[in-house]
């Protein structure tokens, strides 16, 4: 493997981590908007953080 192929072929496999890290989180930060309840029933035991009812 020549050192032309070796530097390309790190280059995209840092390329391939970034993409799969920057990927992760915004899925992440899509499902938390997206999963975040405005309203919690209240039990009575378990009581919500924040009534937002």
Same mark, same amino acid.
């Given at each position: 493997?020549?050192? !032309? $192929?070796?530097?390309?072929? +790190?280059? %995209?496999?840092?390329? @391939?981590? !970034? $993409?799969?890290?920057?990927? +992760?989180? %915004?899925?992440?930060? @899509? ?6 309840? +405005?309203? %919690?029933?209240?039990? @009575? ?6 009534? +937002?009812?």
């Amino acid at each position: 493997m020549t050192l !032309v $192929a070796q530097k390309r072929l +790190a280059v %995209a496999g840092a390329l @391939a981590v !970034v $993409a799969v890290f920057v990927g +992760a989180n %915004a899925h992440l930060i @899509a499902t938390a908007f997206a999963s975040h309840p +405005a309203c %919690a029933t209240i039990t @009575a035991d378990r009581a919500p953080a924040r009534d +937002a009812c």
